[in-house]
């Protein structure tokens, strides 16, 4: 916790991403033309996450993946509980479908697009092990002004499509790692939403869940075409990690 709250990350201003235009939710509309603006040596501000979590002048870009194998019957997505080794405490127990995490000073590259590129990969490589291929492909922006972690963070999201439905957690944050139809966590949602119950996930994870984007792929069509072929598989384990 001390080694990941004293680390520095790459932020925006709040500012400049509202002159884009405010949104909360998930976004799958115009996110070239955001990153375009944002991810520029103008508006990226390195600064010391402690300094940042708690200031709403400042967004953190938090790559944000999902994995995702498909099948006939639809997408199969990772669904995994963050543990309380994570470095958000106000996050703890929640369920998500999205790897990744904060970009730090050490991803930092001339280019803030290749700073990003790094960043996620390398989120990607430490938070589990994928032993088939894999490709990638941003999706969106996922912004939530109705909390205080929502406030000061703006995800970006990926899916990363795999080859056949595996991955395996090698960072202790990711607990109960499984996989799960896509279209059983949006029904879950959905329910959870008419019964005015709490669904289990952390908020990016409902707003995706409740966006057109994730109803529009459901169908086989809506992911069909991405080639495994940018990524070669990872060590594989030789089984899934049990839980204790």
Same mark, same amino acid.
């Given at each position: 916790?001390? #080694? #990941?709250?004293?680390?520095?990350?790459?932020?925006?201003? &709040? /500012?400049?991403?509202?002159?884009?235009?405010?949104?909360?939710?998930?976004? +799958?509309?115009? !996110?070239?033309?955001?990153?375009?603006?944002?991810?520029?040596?103008?508006?990226?501000? !390195?600064?010391?996450?402690?300094?940042?979590?708690?200031?709403?002048?400042?967004?953190?870009?938090?790559?944000?993946?999902?994995?995702?194998?498909?099948?006939?019957?639809?997408?199969?997505?990772?669904?995994?509980?963050?543990? #309380?080794?994570?470095?958000?405490? %106000?996050?703890?127990? #929640?369920?998500?479908?999205?790897?990744?995490?904060?970009?730090?000073?050490?991803?930092?590259?001339?280019?803030?697009?290749?700073?990003?590129?790094?960043? !996620?990969? %390398?989120?990607?490589? /430490?938070?589990?092990?994928?032993?088939?291929?894999?490709?990638?492909?941003?999706?969106?922006?996922?912004?939530?002004?109705?909390?205080?972690?929502? %406030?000061?963070?703006?995800?970006?999201?990926? +899916?990363?499509?795999?080859?056949?439905?595996?991955?395996?957690? &090698?960072?202790?944050?990711?607990?109960?790692?499984?996989?799960?139809?896509?279209?059983?966590?949006?029904?879950?949602?959905?329910?959870?939403?008419?019964?005015?119950?709490?669904?289990?996930? /952390?908020?990016?994870?409902?707003?995706?869940?409740?966006?057109?984007?994730?109803?529009?792929?459901?169908?086989?069509?809506?992911?069909?075409?991405?080639?495994?072929?940018?990524?070669?598989?990872?060590?594989?384990?030789? /089984?899934?990690?049990?839980?204790?």
């Amino acid at each position: 916790m001390t #080694k #990941k709250i004293n680390e520095t990350v790459m932020c925006v201003r &709040k /500012e400049d991403f509202e002159r884009l235009g405010r949104f909360s939710g998930f976004r +799958a509309e115009e !996110w070239q033309r955001y990153l375009t603006t944002l991810l520029t040596t103008r508006c990226v501000r !390195w600064v010391l996450r402690s300094d940042c979590e708690t200031n709403e002048d400042l967004k953190q870009i938090i790559p944000y993946m999902m994995l995702m194998h498909r099948t006939e019957e639809g997408p199969m997505v990772a669904v995994y509980q963050r543990s #309380k080794m994570s470095g958000e405490e %106000r996050l703890h127990g #929640k369920w998500t479908i999205g790897i990744g995490g904060h970009i730090s000073f050490r991803d930092k590259q001339e280019d803030p697009n290749n700073t990003f590129q790094k960043a !996620w990969s %390398r989120e990607l490589r /430490e938070e589990v092990t994928i032993p088939c291929k894999h490709s990638e492909e941003i999706l969106g922006l996922l912004h939530d002004d109705s909390n205080a972690v929502g %406030r000061v963070h703006l995800g970006v999201m990926l +899916a990363v499509f795999l080859e056949f439905p595996a991955a395996y957690p &090698k960072d202790p944050e990711v607990a109960n790692l499984h996989f799960a139809s896509l279209r059983s966590l949006v029904r879950h949602v959905a329910t959870a939403d008419v019964q005015k119950q709490e669904t289990g996930f /952390e908020n990016w994870t409902n707003l995706f869940l409740r966006s057109p984007h994730a109803a529009g792929m459901l169908t086989t069509e809506a992911t069909r075409g991405y080639a495994y072929n940018s990524r070669e598989p990872q060590a594989a384990s030789p /089984e899934p990690p049990k839980d204790e």
